[in-house]
């Protein structure tokens, strides 16, 4: 009789262990306008995922670490959290930074009291409810004065870095990688990855600037991404989020699919 007790309790483990297995990872991505649909890599990184409904680009543009939180939005993510039965792993992506920045009213945080806080709540609420927060320096910006990429960026990269640090969470540092593929392209290749084509006189003084009567506005500027650079950078993403968390790799589809 205890033998087949054993035998039985065994074979509950191997099969809660098996349905566990044969549950859907899932991707939360947070952030702003580099990350959101439309304007980033978002959406091209969740059609890189297996299953694309399981990964969520929640990121919206113009947000910040502490406008996100302050709108609401942040609570869609708690609830999607506390309905996380149906996956075996939930990963939240957070990308902040460009709209922490000064500058930008109802928007800007302070970078040495309230950015950091921000950022390690976020961390520290995602595995309250159970997720695993990976953390994201922010994308770089593609502007380059006298032949060398401008990165205004790299303080809040450098918070970021130190936060996940301190909150042990995974840490993808898509500012350095961003800056050192970016500045090998040059400023003409890496205008190839924004919304609109360059205009011609784009970098002629007040181009851009200035709206003239019946003139056409452009979408072209060197922070947002077109299909191209959504492209480019969702790859990138993928590739260190699997060299950070191993356990993804085979969440992703084969390069022939993508």
């Not at 309230?114 to 910006?141: D, S, W």
């Not at 480019?232 to 356990?247: C, D, G, N, T």
């Amino acid at each position: 009789m205890k033998h087949l007790i054993t035998s039985l309790a065994a074979a509950t483990l191997l099969a809660s262990a098996a349905h566990a297995a044969d549950k859907p990872v899932r991707f939360i991505l947070v952030g702003d306008s580099t990350m959101a649909s439309s304007s980033g890599y978002g959406d091209a990184f969740c059609a890189r995922v297996n299953r694309a409904n399981t990964c969520i680009n929640l990121a919206k543009g113009g947000r910040s670490s502490g406008s996100f939180r302050a709108e609401g939005r942040w609570d869609e993510v708690e609830g999607l959290l506390r309905g996380a039965a149906a996956y075996r792993t939930t990963y939240v992506l957070i990308q902040f930074g460009h709209n922490d920045q000064p500058g930008k009213p109802g928007r800007s945080t302070d970078l040495k009291t309230e950015f950091p806080v921000n950022m390690a709540r976020y961390a520290q609420e995602v595995k309250a409810l159970g997720g695993i927060p990976v953390l994201l320096t922010p994308l770089t910006r593609r502007t380059f004065k006298d032949g060398v990429l401008e990165n205004n960026l790299a303080p809040w990269a450098d918070v970021i870095r130190a936060t996940a640090n301190a909150q042990k969470t995974p840490l993808l540092d898509l500012n350095a990688e961003s800056y050192a593929a970016v500045q090998s392209m040059g400023q003409d290749e890496a205008d190839t990855l924004a919304m609109a084509p360059r205009p011609a006189d784009y970098d002629t003084p007040a181009a851009g600037k200035v709206e003239v009567a019946g003139a056409a506005r452009t979408a072209f500027d060197r922070t947002h991404l077109g299909v191209k650079g959504a492209a480019y950078f969702s790859r990138m993403v993928m590739e260190e989020v699997k060299r950070a968390i191993p356990e993804t790799s085979n969440q992703f589809k084969p390069e022939s699919e993508q």
